[in-house]
């Protein structure tokens, strides 16, 4: 870094003659300099406020005052600049001392030669000095607009998760009424028409219910990002029990052979809605893609419960996944397949309810031969409780074809 040119220097001292030796010093380094001379705290403080030094030369001892105070007078006036010491011989303690205090630095008077490199490298540190201090500024300024970023997108999503989940809740209402006035009106049809009409009832039914799988996605979706965690014991056996009561009326799981073995030696603590969530969706596919030229359809469902986790795996010998889709199928609205016209929301809503539970799931599937779930969801089970038992295998199962 090169000196500015016109280097403004304010000498703050009370001999005349040292005054002209540091000005011949600097002059024989080279240096291109305006010099201000003064030696009363009055005038040294009206320099301050007035001349816009780029460099502070002070003798220690002054007849009022002393470099000490003089530095401290810089500090109330916020005066940023080098502050030199130029003085006679003192002791090394008062050196260090005035270097803590906040000196740049300190020259004896017998060895002026060292003034032009000393202001050259007082200066320089300055810069990189306020450079920092500019630099910080801004990065406390870019994370404060950052944090209000933040603040303000967490405010609209809150916002748009209500919306989203106000407006698809109010429309599966309606949706549902519609459904009930086609069903009087078939009746009707059979009534009057022999029916005549029934092909395109079936039609608009399996629109309407199209419609209300995707409102309910859209719910579930919309819960699962908006509900806190709700930690309660769970009984698997009979949330996936009652989840394939559900699916007993879906198309095509009259076919299939379901099989659940429970191995539940401990309680297990988990989110029953979000678990009831996953199972719905899991179950709902493997029927929705079971493979109709396969005479011996299945859905085999296997639970293992420890103190720590629960090892469950959903294995299906459905139309399986292309190997190349298998890392998206769980993105939102992603469908490997036009089998079904499902919402593609179903596997999302699954891996989003799992990673809100702190668990993982994996994915493996062949086109043709079936696809396997495996999940390994975290056992919130109270330490009290859990200290007071052993893991044992208790074996619950059943199979039967729906």
């Given amino acids: 870094m090169k000196l500015k040119p016109e280097l403004k220097i304010l000498v703050l001292d009370d001999d005349v003659e040292d005054v002209e030796l540091i000005a011949w010093e600097l002059q024989k380094g080279g240096v291109n300099f305006q010099l201000r001379h003064v030696s009363t705290k009055e005038s040294f403080v009206t320099a301050l406020k007035e001349y816009n030094a780029d460099v502070i030369l002070s003798d220690h001892y002054l007849p009022q005052f002393d470099s000490s105070e003089a530095l401290q007078l810089c500090y109330a006036n916020k005066v940023d600049i080098p502050f030199i010491l130029v003085s006679g011989a003192v002791s090394e303690n008062f050196a260090n001392d005035t270097i803590k205090e906040g000196v740049d630095d300190y020259i004896l008077k017998t060895s002026l030669t060292r003034l032009p490199a000393a202001i050259n490298k007082a200066l320089k540190q300055h810069a990189l000095h306020r450079a920092k201090l500019n630099a910080d500024a801004e990065l406390k300024f870019k994370n404060n607009q950052l944090l209000r970023t933040i603040e303000e997108l967490s405010k609209i999503n809150k916002e748009l998760d209500t919306f989203v989940y106000s407006v698809s809740h109010n429309l599966r209402a309606p949706l549902m009424s519609v459904l009930g006035i086609l069903n009087l009106v078939k009746l009707e049809d059979q009534h ?76 297990f603590y988990s989110d029953q809605y979000r678990l009831s969530v996953v199972f719905n969706n899991l179950i709902s596919n493997a029927i929705k893609y079971s493979d109709l030229q396969k005479k011996n359809s299945f859905i085999e469902i296997q639970a293992t419960v420890s103190k720590t986790s629960a090892h469950v795996e959903i294995k299906d010998n459905g139309i399986g996944i292309n190997s190349d889709y298998i890392a998206k199928v769980t993105e939102m609205f992603f469908r490997a397949t036009d089998e079904n016209e499902g919402s593609g929301l179903g596997l999302y809503i ?42 044992k295998v208790a074996v619950k199962g059943q199979q039967h074809t729906s």
């Fill in 350 to 391: 699954v891996k989003e309810a799992v990673e809100k539970l702190h668990g993982t799931m994996t994915i493996e599937s062949e086109l043709g031969i079936g696809t396997r779930f495996v999940l390994d969801l975290p056992n919130f089970i109270p330490a009290t409780i859990a200290d007071h038992i052993e893991d």
């Fill in 192 to 267: 009057n028409n022999n029916g005549s009409l029934s092909t395109y009832h079936a039609m608009i039914e399996e629109s309407i219910l199209k419609l209300d799988e995707t409102l309910k996605d859209i719910l579930d979706y919309s819960r699962n990002a908006r509900k806190d965690i709700r930690i309660e014991r769970v009984d698997l056996n009979r949330i996936i029990n009652d989840n394939l009561e559900r699916m007993r009326f879906m198309a095509g799981s009259e076919n299939i052979t379901q099989t659940v073995t429970i191995q539940e030696p401990v309680p």
